[in-house]
DNA sequence: GCGCGTGCGATTGTCGACAATACTATTAGA
DNA sequence: TCTAATAGTATTGTCGACAATCGCACGCGC
């Protein structure tokens, strides 16, 4: 009979994509990691293995295997018989985080001016849009790191996404520890981002190289309040 | 007796120093990673717990935790109920984890020639000569590990150097997996080092970063033998 | 002969308990 | 009153065992 043709043998696409459970380690991780990047849990605070454990509704195995992997993010660092604590952001390693920011970011922006700049330039310009409209500063930052997410992502390179997002995390934390020194009075932040994204489609990648390192020094001047001079 | 106020309290101080025992997750993750990076463990290879555990003389609690360490780098995937294994080498890989070389030297070198390049192409200079005397293929390749991360951590960034470290091994998997295709029939790179190595001599940081991309470029052609055409 | 369901073996995931270490408060002595 | 040794407590480090899941081979039915 046709009729029973007619019944779906599968569930529509969407519903049944998702099941690709990862690992207790890796939600935990991640879950740990957002309360730090988020200031949930501030800088220098110790870990409770404990406390988190049952917090997390999980045992203390799991939980410390996700620790391990933001140990090995640099996020936290492990004193042994003593326990792990969220790293302390002094200037000079806001300093170095935006170092290695930069080299990501410029490399990333290269990749995308052999690629498709026009395209990025345009992707990159809606979350500019969305950082334009935003209410407060705590959406604004959101935007602010959504932009510098997408313009790496638009790289298309593992590797340089997986190291910005180690980065990213410590910038979210900085920025939630450091809020007072992170205010941007006026739009001068949205203008330098539209800058960036129309260098994109403008196919010039020396403007972009030059806009990328102008904007990360800012940042450094902005947070640091100048305090470090480089060495 | 006068004799036993001869005898030390304490031992000498470069005895009694390095007592600063790192966890043994560490040194686990420190083990397994050499493992692989030199080719004892094999590309795709699962690791089976309980054989490292035994071997390793450990528990698999500190095992695990440390393996999960090396799944942060990106080493090892995990896939649930399977088990881990060691990341396989496909020719877009290689030219992935040379971009985030090429991302992370490029800014090293920058940021040596704003600081002392002349110095730094001396301390460089001395491991080519370490390279141009080596005897076989397995001491020019380590001699080249050890230029490139000598050049990464002369810019003493923490961060350039962890992100650096990770590349590395991948790096040396890739050379000790391939090796048929890293061969360098002549002296070939022995000058290519020694030109970058000049180059911050002469305090030319154009030359350095130009020669950077071009060695890096060279390498992937090397060990892709030329399959992957850039995207 | 071919496809499918089922039982088995092996490996991973999770948990609770024990041991070891470091910090803290207390108390005795100078 | 201050120093120093000591007992106590809380936390981390490690281990072994149990439960869950997956891949694979065998056997049955079509």
């Known amino acids: 009979m046709a009729t029973k043709a007619a019944v779906p043998q599968v569930a529509p696409r969407s519903a049944m994509e998702p099941l690709v459970q990862e690992s207790t380690p890796s939600m935990i991780a991640g879950r740990v990691r957002e309360a730090i990047a988020s200031g949930l849990i501030p800088p220098g605070s110790q870990l409770g293995e404990a406390n988190l454990a049952r917090e ?11 620790l391990q992997r933001l140990t090995a993010e640099g996020l936290l660092i492990s004193i042994r018989n003593r326990g792990l604590f969220v790293i302390e952001m002094t200037p000079e390693r806001v300093q170095d ?36 409209s935003a209410r407060d500063q705590h959406a604004e930052s959101a935007a602010d790191v959504s932009f510098h997410e997408l313009l790496v992502s638009l790289a298309a390179s593992p590797r340089l996404s997986r190291m910005h997002g180690i980065l990213i995390t410590e910038t979210r ?28 489609s403008d196919r010039d990648p020396a403007l972009t190289d030059r806009l990328l390192v102008a904007h990360m020094s800012d940042a450094v001047h902005r947070l640091t309040g100048g305090r470090v001079e480089q060495g």
Chains 1, 2 share one sequence.
């Not at 997390?56 to 996700?66: F, I």
């Not at 920011?101 to 490399?107: D, F, H, L, N, S």
């Not at 739009?187 to 994204?197: D, K």
Request: overall charge negative; proline content about 3%; glycine content about 8%.
């Open 56 to 66: 997390l509704g999980v045992s203390r195995g799991p939980l410390r295997e996700g």
């Open 97 to 132: 985080m935006y170092l290695a920011r930069q080299a990501v970011e410029r490399a990333a922006a290269e990749r995308i001016h052999q690629g498709d700049p026009v395209a990025a330039g345009a992707s990159l310009a809606t979350v500019i849009d969305v950082m334009a």
């Open 173 to 200: 934390m900085c920025i939630n520890a450091l809020s007072d020194l992170y205010v941007q009075g006026d739009r001068v932040r949205v203008e330098e981002h539209r800058a960036i994204a129309q260098s994109f």
